[in-house]
């Protein structure tokens, strides 16, 4: 499996495609108690092949996100053959389980169009391309996941379906019938030739077509591996099969078929076909149950997207057929009719060139304004999601590794939203009632920890700062005391350093005579600190004006770990370096204590920031070395501290500059990974 680079996630190589029209942001009805817990076609969303969002009532026990939590079955690539390499499952699977997700690289149709001639021109023996959409196809030829190996059968144990995940589509593979471990994954490819080359099957079952050709008496319902090359009309047998399916005894919608009803009116954009849709609910009973559950599963919103694409193709008849409709439906509350889209599309109808048209629209937008609003009473398992705002410096305190243990420990769910117009970050709780206010008291308990943290630091940089005025505040009175001891002043006896030619040896170390010329005077300099004086320094028993953090000779003797012992017949001489030591010793220990906590807290600072930017690669749609590992993300956010650190050196100050240098370090160093997802056990990664 060395020709391509498993991936877990969609890789953008164009435009990403739109939410989809049908897609409805709302949580569905299911409660703990009812036992299904989102798990069969009781709920709303699964009916419709719609994953709950994070928002659900059921929190974790929700077992309608298996594409997002990636909860698919074990499998493994094995030998197939005649047909290359196969999958199969290493455990037993039951009817409607998720296997795993058709992943690779998303493009466009002219990009589609290049490769596929490459393919064409290289003879290459397969195809990963799927379809997505009608714009979008997914290869897989270099990037994926081992679900590419999945092999055609004209008897298939399992299908391919398309699922909204946050409304955007996502392929996904079901098994269709119970498997056993060891048995190989199988779909019907549903394959539309685009070319004149056919391929044979290998499929070896008993109803096995001879060759990768979709079946003409069957729906097509699935993804294909190629893209048509353009979109073809169902024909007239496949349409009456499709509304035998749907219709009773009277022509009507079937009590049973408001699922289906609502997944082929999602699925088809032929007109002939919705024409016919719009006939059958027209057929049915006014106060028919299911023309109840219809609407209450958001049927309303998909006679809207109807509408809203007869409007803007000028239909005129389809836009009369979907108004007479709309008058029939049972409708009763204005909640049935919110966020269908119905309320936008119905005004700009009332100046239409047909007058059948606007008398239509003008009666139904009255009737649905004279309607009741209900308020809706809450489930006791449900509650409101809670949103708390944290203080901008306290969110880095909120690490992902604390924000699941409290998810974990209290049942709810937490989520950052973004402000940049607020000095806030908002902290969104959603789950039950009880599961929100124990992880609201964990919350308000690391906001208070993070408030005393950050408070304790500042009091510690200001210690810092103010022992470092001390400092130099006693250096300076210390450099003053040792000059007034010379008998002059920095202004009367400053001079320029003489030529060489008129220098003299004084037999001290680092000191130096020469000759006044305004004067005709001697007197001494030293020529490490510059300081100039009359008297000759000995006679004096200093050694001259030490500058801040400059090492002299007195001071190196005394670094020297077998430096002789100073000994002198002079006792104020000998008080005086005795004294001088002590100070120097002390001063030199608190100035290393004072580096030591100001590099502590630039480092701190830094890593703080090194975090807030590597956050953003652990995000779903990062498409660029995306961290996906905890240890990774631990090792990568510890490397670049220390480089950083490194890089800018000791004693700076983490403020907005820095900030904003670190962050482009960051960014600059993952896009030359160039991986879409980072590892430190992957050599390109470092």
């Not at 709780?429 to 920890?449: F, H, M, N, P, W």
């Not at 004086?533 to 190196?556: E, K, M």
């Given at each position: 499996m060395?020709?391509?680079?498993e991936t877990?996630?969609?890789?953008?190589?164009?435009?990403?495609?739109?939410r989809?029209?049908?897609?409805?942001?709302?949580?569905?009805?299911c409660?703990?108690?009812?036992?299904?817990?989102c798990?069969?076609?009781?709920?709303?969303n699964?009916a419709?092949?719609?994953?709950?969002?994070?928002?659900?009532?059921?929190?974790?026990?929700?077992?309608?996100?298996?594409?997002?939590?990636?909860q698919?079955?074990?499998?493994?690539?094995?030998?197939a053959?005649?047909?290359g390499?196969?999958l199969?499952?290493?455990?037993?699977?039951?009817?409607?389980?998720?296997?795993?997700?058709?992943?690779?690289?998303?493009?466009?149709?002219?990009?589609?169009?290049?490769?596929?001639?490459?393919h064409?021109?290289?003879?290459?023996?397969?195809?990963?391309?799927m379809?997505?959409?009608?714009?979008h196809?997914?290869?897989?030829?270099?990037?994926?996941?081992i679900?590419?190996?999945?092999n055609h059968s004209?008897d298939?144990?399992?299908?391919?379906?398309?699922?909204?995940?946050?409304?955007y589509?996502r392929?996904?593979?079901?098994?269709?019938?119970?498997?056993q471990?060891?048995?190989?994954?199988?779909?019907?490819?549903?394959?539309?030739?685009?070319?004149d080359?056919?391929?044979?099957?290998?499929?070896?079952?008993?109803?096995?077509?001879g060759?990768?050709?979709a079946?003409t008496?069957?729906?097509?319902?699935s993804?294909?591996?190629r893209?048509s090359?353009?979109?073809?009309?169902?024909?007239?047998k496949?349409?009456e099969s499709?509304?035998?399916?749907l219709?009773?005894d009277?022509?009507?919608?079937?009590a049973?078929?408001?699922?289906?009803?609502?997944?082929?009116?999602?699925?088809?954009?032929d007109?002939?076909?919705r024409?016919?849709?719009?006939v059958?609910?027209?057929?049915?009973?006014?106060?028919?149950?299911?023309?109840?559950?219809?609407?209450?599963?958001?049927?309303?919103?998909?006679l809207?997207?109807?509408?809203?694409?007869?409007?803007?193709g000028?239909?005129?008849?389809?836009?009369d057929?979907?108004?007479?409709?709309?008058?029939?439906?049972?409708?009763?509350?204005?909640?049935?009719?919110?966020h269908?889209?119905l309320?936008?599309?119905?005004p700009?109808?009332k100046?239409?060139?047909?007058?059948?048209?606007?008398?239509?629209?003008?009666?139904?937008i009255?009737?649905?304004?004279?309607?009741?609003e209900?308020?809706?009473?809450?489930k006791?398992?449900?509650?409101?999601?809670?949103?708390?705002?944290?203080?901008?410096d306290?969110?880095r305190?909120?690490?992902?590794?604390t924000?699941r243990?409290?998810?974990?420990?209290?049942?709810?769910?937490?989520?950052?939203?973004?402000?940049?117009?607020?000095?806030?970050?908002?902290l969104?709780?959603?789950g039950?009632?009880?599961a929100?206010?124990k992880?609201?008291?964990?919350?308000?308990?690391?906001?208070a920890?993070a408030?005393?943290?950050?408070e304790?630091?500042r009091?510690?940089?200001?210690?810092?700062?103010?022992?470092?005025?001390e400092?130099?505040e006693r250096?300076?009175?210390?450099?003053?005391?040792?000059?007034?001891?010379?008998?002059?002043?920095l202004?009367?006896?400053?001079?320029?350093?003489?030529?060489?030619?008129?220098?003299m040896d004084?037999?001290?170390?680092?000191w130096?005579a020469?000759?006044?010329?305004?004067?005709?005077?001697?007197y001494y300099?030293?020529?490490?600190?510059q300081?100039?004086?009359?008297?000759?320094?000995?006679?004096?028993g200093?050694?001259?004006?030490?500058?801040p953090?400059?090492?002299?000779?007195?001071?190196?003797l005394?670094?020297?770990?077998?430096?002789?012992?100073?000994?002198?017949?002079?006792?104020?001489?000998?008080?005086?370096?005795?004294?001088?030591?002590?100070?120097a010793s002390?001063?030199?220990?608190?100035?290393?204590?004072?580096v030591s906590?100001?590099?502590g807290?630039?480092?701190?600072e830094?890593?703080?920031?090194?975090?807030?930017?590597?956050?953003r690669?652990?995000?779903?749609?990062?498409?660029?070395?995306?961290?996906?590992?905890?240890?990774?993300?631990?090792?990568?956010a510890?490397?670049?501290?220390?480089?950083?650190?490194?890089?800018?050196?000791?004693?700076?100050?983490?403020?907005?500059?820095?900030?904003h240098?670190?962050?482009?370090?960051?960014?600059s160093?993952?896009k030359?990974?160039?991986?879409t997802?980072?590892s430190?056990?992957?050599?390109?990664?470092?």
């Amino acid at each position: 499996m060395g020709e391509f680079i498993e991936t877990k996630d969609l890789i953008f190589r164009c435009s990403k495609p739109a939410r989809d029209k049908y897609y409805v942001d709302e949580v569905c009805d299911c409660s703990s108690s009812e036992g299904s817990r989102c798990g069969d076609e009781t709920c709303m969303n699964r009916a419709m092949l719609v994953e709950c969002s994070q928002d659900c009532n059921l929190g974790k026990k929700c077992k309608n996100r298996r594409i997002q939590r990636r909860q698919g079955i074990p499998c493994e690539v094995f030998d197939a053959g005649q047909k290359g390499r196969g999958l199969r499952v290493k455990t037993s699977v039951s009817s409607d389980a998720f296997i795993g997700e058709y992943v690779g690289e998303v493009i466009n149709a002219a990009e589609f169009t290049r490769r596929y001639k490459v393919h064409m021109e290289t003879e290459k023996a397969h195809f990963y391309f799927m379809n997505l959409d009608a714009d979008h196809i997914i290869d897989a030829s270099k990037h994926g996941s081992i679900t590419r190996f999945v092999n055609h059968s004209c008897d298939p144990n399992c299908k391919l379906e398309k699922w909204l995940v946050d409304g955007y589509q996502r392929l996904g593979f079901y098994a269709m019938k119970d498997m056993q471990a060891g048995d190989e994954v199988t779909i019907d490819y549903q394959y539309q030739r685009i070319s004149d080359v056919s391929q044979p099957c290998y499929c070896e079952s008993s109803n096995c077509r001879g060759q990768l050709v979709a079946d003409t008496d069957k729906e097509d319902t699935s993804s294909h591996r190629r893209l048509s090359s353009g979109s073809a009309r169902k024909s007239a047998k496949q349409m009456e099969s499709v509304l035998d399916g749907l219709r009773d005894d009277q022509g009507g919608l079937a009590a049973a078929a408001v699922v289906p009803m609502l997944k082929t009116m999602r699925g088809t954009t032929d007109t002939a076909l919705r024409r016919m849709l719009m006939v059958v609910l027209a057929t049915t009973k006014e106060d028919a149950p299911c023309l109840h559950q219809f609407l209450r599963r958001r049927g309303l919103h998909f006679l809207g997207v109807y509408l809203t694409e007869f409007v803007e193709g000028n239909e005129a008849d389809l836009i009369d057929d979907m108004l007479k409709l709309l008058i029939r439906l049972p409708v009763n509350t204005k909640n049935v009719v919110a966020h269908s889209g119905l309320e936008r599309v119905l005004p700009l109808l009332k100046s239409h060139e047909r007058p059948a048209i606007v008398s239509d629209a003008t009666k139904l937008i009255e009737h649905w304004a004279s309607l009741p609003e209900v308020t809706v009473i809450e489930k006791l398992s449900l509650a409101r999601p809670l949103e708390m705002e944290i203080a901008r410096d306290h969110v880095r305190f909120f690490k992902e590794s604390t924000m699941r243990r409290m998810e974990h420990d209290s049942g709810a769910l937490l989520s950052f939203t973004r402000d940049t117009t607020s000095p806030h970050r908002v902290l969104k709780i959603s789950g039950k009632q009880s599961a929100i206010d124990k992880c609201r008291v964990a919350v308000e308990t690391l906001s208070a920890s993070a408030a005393s943290e950050l408070e304790s630091e500042r009091i510690r940089l200001l210690e810092v700062q103010q022992r470092k005025r001390e400092r130099e505040e006693r250096d300076e009175q210390r450099r003053e005391s040792a000059f007034a001891t010379t008998g002059g002043t920095l202004a009367e006896d400053k001079r320029q350093r003489p030529s060489s030619a008129d220098v003299m040896d004084t037999g001290l170390s680092d000191w130096k005579a020469t000759v006044d010329p305004s004067t005709g005077r001697t007197y001494y300099y030293n020529e490490i600190t510059q300081e100039t004086t009359w008297t000759l320094p000995s006679a004096l028993g200093v050694t001259g004006i030490q500058p801040p953090h400059t090492a002299t000779t007195f001071d190196r003797l005394c670094e020297r770990p077998d430096k002789p012992a100073i000994t002198t017949s002079n006792p104020e001489l000998l008080n005086l370096i005795q004294t001088s030591t002590a100070a120097a010793s002390s001063a030199a220990t608190n100035r290393a204590d004072d580096v030591s906590e100001e590099h502590g807290l630039f480092k701190k600072e830094v890593s703080a920031c090194v975090h807030g930017v590597l956050r953003r690669y652990r995000k779903k749609d990062c498409t660029v070395a995306r961290i996906t590992r905890d240890d990774d993300y631990k090792h990568l956010a510890r490397k670049l501290t220390h480089l950083v650190i490194k890089k800018e050196g000791k004693g700076k100050s983490c403020d907005e500059a820095m900030k904003h240098k670190i962050k482009n370090f960051i960014k600059s160093y993952m896009k030359k990974i160039g991986t879409t997802h980072y590892s430190r056990t992957n050599p390109t990664s470092e």
